[in-house]
């Protein structure tokens, strides 16, 4: 939604420069200054980290710069003059490995369920939001379904305890069935249900916004000659404003198909409570970059895995975007 | 003409309660929503009743919806034994303030020349904002960047400069200075002889408070919630946030019980960790701030959100 009004001819046509004379030259210095706070963080936290993405083809080791040399910091001269590049070795470490398919897996299979999941809760819930009769009862429910998302994933690691644990709301409505109480800490299986559960819990409110923005800003007229022509509400939602809403919704998937290789780190780290058993469902790509640095391995093998998050995540949002484009070229992100 | 608009108007009302939603659909649907409140609802609701029941009860009766026996004592500890918590909660209220006026400061000033039409070099940089959008460089540059270049490992710095700028922020920001503030109104200002600085602080600022109001709630929220920082650039206790600070309870009291069903001797060690009540009341006390202040400022960032999202 950025870069694409930049570049319509529409404003294009309203770039009508001055000359250049010292009221200009004034005029963009102070625009130059109000860029620099923002310049420095974007440089220090975005850009700077980016060169250091060939620690993936590289073996990584701290060494001292000797006392002359231009280089003066130990990490720069270790990373560009030092160590040695080992090519895909780093790759072929990991994907031999048996956990790293598993790995993979988990982070596609989890993006693909929140996006599709999240996508239909989120949509729904913003018509359904407009649709409500009582103005104020449909601003109170989605007040309320919002506010999950201000609540951080370690209090919700704590809410899932409260409800999963040994003496948690679970087990005592299982055994007050008559049931055995299960040890949720050690199965599996059940885990994919709680992180989608707890995604969309999350989620959906905070995902509605944009496309409640969207929608309250569509032309109410074309409602009413619908539902003029005989149009019900089920038909006006699936032929006026799923067809409007169209590119946001692709625009906003755009975007998650480039997340696809991030996980939610939070959620995956903290709500299973660091437990052994549930690793194998629990591990997604953030959290074996972030295991394999602070096992201790080779820096070069973590940052091989977070390749994959960076670099192929971002060649998937060209590619999808390519192809958008090709298809319906309004909708393209740029 | 007044009375031409009035009848326009109750005419588009009209229609409006015309097309409205059948009565039985709309009844469908606010008892879905009734039933969506209550499942985001009551997780938090566990917490709040478990957090003021008395331990013994907590131990026998386990988690519900209402406390079996009323009791305070989690808290009373909790504040009585402040240094457990006290500074990690003194971190994250630093880190947080901080965080927030740097990232109003520097979002709002750079969203506002990339809003204006004459600023020759909107596009590029735009387009250098935009970009770390679609690009990150992952965990592993991002933290040897900030541990051995930069050298904010293992500070207080690392919980929040971080954070202080979001290309997100500054694209919604740019939207709501195109759509809020008039380019007559700055067009005005530079004939009366004020200088960008001047129009900005002046002019610009006050008509763009709700978003900024909105860009500060939710770096505010975001750096007093933020784990992943702490996690990954701080080694030492002093300078641990709230989250992290909890995180580690919660996780070694999990371990601890595990490891003491096989061994006996940490039995006594568990005696002394905190009590659950005392965590939840620890958890209560972690997100007690944004729960309370959370209905005031919504109203405010729906407006900021719904305006500076909408394609401009």
């Known amino acids: ?62 060494a001292k710069p000797p006392k002359d040399f231009w280089i003066q910091n130990k990490f720069i001269y270790s990373l560009f003059i030092q160590n040695e590049w080992v090519g895909l070795s780093n790759f072929k470490f990991i994907f031999n490995t048996p956990d790293a398919w598993t790995v993979i897996r988990n982070t596609i299979g989890y993006n ?26 449909a601003k109170f429910y989605h007040t309320v379904l919002f506010m999950p998302y201000f609540i951080s994933w370690i209090i919700v690691a704590y809410v899932v305890y409260a409800f999963v644990s040994a003496k948690g709301v679970f087990n005592q409505w299982i055994t007050a069935m008559g049931g055995t109480a299960i040890q949720f800490y050690s199965e599996p299986k059940y885990w994919p249900f709680i992180f989608v559960f707890c995604n969309i819990w999350k989620y959906t409110g905070n995902n509605s916004i944009i496309y409640l923005a969207t929608l309250t800003g569509f032309d109410q ?60 469902v629990s591990t997604t790509l953030d959290v074996y970059v972030y295991n394999t640095m602070k096992t201790g391995a080779q820096l070069g093998l973590a940052a091989a895995a977070g390749f994959f998050q960076s670099v192929v995540g971002f060649t998937l949002v060209l590619t999808t975007n390519l192809i958008v484009r090709r298809v319906s070229p309004d909708m393209a992100m740029f | 003409m007044t009375s031409k608009a009035d009848i326009k108007v109750k005419v588009v009302k009209k229609n409006k309660d015309m097309n409205q939603l059948s009565a039985g659909a709309n009844v469908v649907l606010n008892i879905i929503f009734i039933l969506a409140v209550i499942i985001v609802v009551a997780p938090i609701w566990v917490i709040i009743m478990a957090s003021i029941t008395s331990e013994s009860a907590l131990l026998t009766y386990g988690y519900g919806f209402w406390p079996q026996e009323f ?26 303030v901080a965080g927030t006026i740097l990232c109003v400061c ?32 992952g965990t592993v540059p991002f933290f040897v960047t900030c541990r051995q270049i930069l050298g904010i490992g293992n500070s207080i710095f690392a919980l929040f400069l971080p954070l202080s700028f979001s290309a997100y922020w500054v694209i919604i920001m740019r939207t709501f200075y195109k759509s809020n503030v008039p380019d007559s109104i700055i067009e005005s200002a530079r004939i ?62 999990r371990f ?45 960032f729906v407006k900021g959100l719904t305006i500076g999202a909408v394609k401009g």
Not at chain 1, 112 to 137: C, H, K, P, Q, W
Not at chain 2, 222 to 245: M, P, R, S
């Open chain 2, 256 to 300: 601890l019980k595990e490891m003491a069903s096989q061994v006996g001797s940490l039995a006594a060690q568990i005696a002394d960790l905190p009590s659950e009540t005392f965590r939840m009341a620890m958890a209560m006390v972690t997100m007690g701030p944004i729960i309370l202040a959370y209905p005031f400022f919504q109203k405010y």
């Open chain 2, 71 to 96: 009791s305070l004592r989690a808290y009373t500890f909790l504040f009585s034994k402040g240094s457990i918590i006290g500074t990690a909660y003194k971190n994250t209220i630093i880190a947080t």
């Open chain 2, 192 to 253: 009366d002889g004020a200088g960008e600085w001047r129009t900005l602080l002046q002019i610009v600022l006050p008509l763009a408070t709700p978003g900024l109001a909105t860009v500060a709630l939710f770096a505010a929220i975001g750096i007093w919630n933020n784990f992943f920082n702490c996690l990954l650039l701080v080694d030492e206790a002093k300078y641990y946030n709230l989250q992290f600070t909890i995180y580690q309870t919660l996780n070694s009291i």
């Open chain 1, 112 to 137: 693909l369920v929140f996006m599709a999941l999240g996508l239909v809760l989120s949509v729904g819930l913003a018509i359904a939001v407009n649709e409500l009769r009582n103005r104020f009862l």
């Open chain 1, 221 to 280: 007229q074309l409602y009413e000659a619908a539902a003029i022509d005989g149009a019900g509400k089920w038909r006006q939602i699936t032929n006026i404003t799923l067809p409007l809403l169209l590119p946001t919704i692709v625009l906003l998937q755009i975007l998650a198909v480039g997340r696809i290789f991030n996980g939610d780190f939070d959620m995956f780290y903290s709500v299973p409570n660091g437990s052994g058993p549930l690793k194998s």
């Open chain 2, 106 to 137: 520097s979002v709002g000033l750079y969203a506002y020349p990339i809003s204006r039409s004459d600023f020759r070099w909107r596009g590029l940089f735009t387009f250098i904002s935009f970009f770390t959008m679609l690009f990150t460089a």
């Open chain 1, 1 to 62: 939604m950025a870069a694409k009004s930049a570049l319509t001819p529409g404003t294009a046509k309203a770039l009508k420069h001055r000359k250049w004379g010292s009221g200009e030259i004034k005029r963009h210095i102070a625009f130059l200054t109000m860029l620099l706070p923002g310049c420095i963080f974007l440089f220090c936290f975005s850009y700077l980290p980016m060169p250091a993405i060939i620690l993936a083809f590289k073996r990584y080791q701290l």
